[in-house]
């Protein structure tokens, strides 16, 4: 879970346009923006190695601090440059503690399945629900022991304390173990014919 909350420094922004962000990039600074409901957005400016070694922590809760004001938020999109992949914008959503949001939240598998078995992920992200201070990094399943043909479906899973899975499908496969078709050898029945078609002519 993550329950640490990010503490980033910054300070209202009032320029706006491309020709003031590149300025602000240059000066190490990513601007930012703050939506709460139907309230006017707060825009911000904010450090750039800080923030950028934050948005690296999945559903992380964020302090942002800015002229004597702070507001207790989530990142909800971040735009990325094509080529160099620095981080150039962020929006931020606001939320209140005790407020319950929804968040998606990538899926990992642990554990061996038995044999020649993989698992295979069929869903990478899951939609859930859960206290803003409690939200999950990840959905870890374990799949040591299971055999070819098994599957973990949504009705399976175990969510943590305070978390509820958002799914349409309660009988959706999220992940399933089989063996791999270059794992499970040659096919020597079909193999047979050819081998006596080739013996045949050989003999002729």
Same mark, same amino acid.
């Given at each position: 879970?993550? #329950? #640490?909350?990010?503490?980033?420094e ?5 320029e ?7 300025r602000?990039? +240059?000066?190490?600074?990513?601007? =930012?923006?703050?939506? +709460? ?21 999945t559903?992380?809760l @964020? ?9 207790? +938020?989530?990142a909800k999109?971040v735009q990325?440059?094509? *080529?160099?992949?620095?981080?150039e914008?962020?929006?931020?959503? &606001?939320?209140? =503690?005790?407020?319950?949001?929804e968040?998606?939240?990538?899926? @990992? ?10 698992? @295979? ?6 939609? *859930?629900?859960?206290d803003?201070? #409690? ?9 040591d ?15 943590p &304390?305070?978390?509820?899975?958002? *799914?349409n499908?309660i009988?959706?496969?999220?992940v399933?173990?089989e063996v ?8 020597? &029945? ?10 045949a002519?050989e =003999?002729?």
């Amino acid at each position: 879970m993550a #329950n #640490n909350t990010v503490v980033l420094e910054g300070s209202l922004r009032t320029e706006f346009g491309k020709g003031p962000a590149r300025r602000m990039r +240059a000066a190490q600074e990513i601007p =930012a923006t703050i939506y +709460a409901g139907g309230e006017q957005p707060i825009y911000i400016k904010l450090p750039q190695k800080e923030t950028t070694l934050a948005l690296r922590l999945t559903n992380a809760l @964020f302090t942002l601090n800015f002229d004597g004001q702070s507001k207790l +938020a989530v990142a909800k999109e971040v735009q990325k440059n094509p *080529v160099k992949r620095t981080v150039e914008h962020v929006d931020f959503y &606001e939320v209140r =503690a005790g407020e319950k949001i929804e968040v998606e939240v990538p899926v @990992f598998v642990e554990g061996t399945p038995k044999g020649a078995a993989v698992a @295979f992920v069929d869903i990478q992200e899951l939609k *859930v629900r859960a206290d803003v201070a #409690n939200l999950p990094e990840k959905i870890v399943i374990n799949v040591d022991g299971l055999v070819d043909g098994s599957k973990v479906y949504a009705k399976d899973l175990q969510m943590p &304390e305070g978390v509820e899975l958002d *799914v349409n499908d309660i009988e959706e496969s999220i992940v399933t173990v089989e063996v791999p078709e270059e794992a499970a050898g040659p096919n020597l &029945e079909a193999a047979a014919p050819e081998a006596t078609a080739e013996g045949a002519a050989e =003999a002729e």
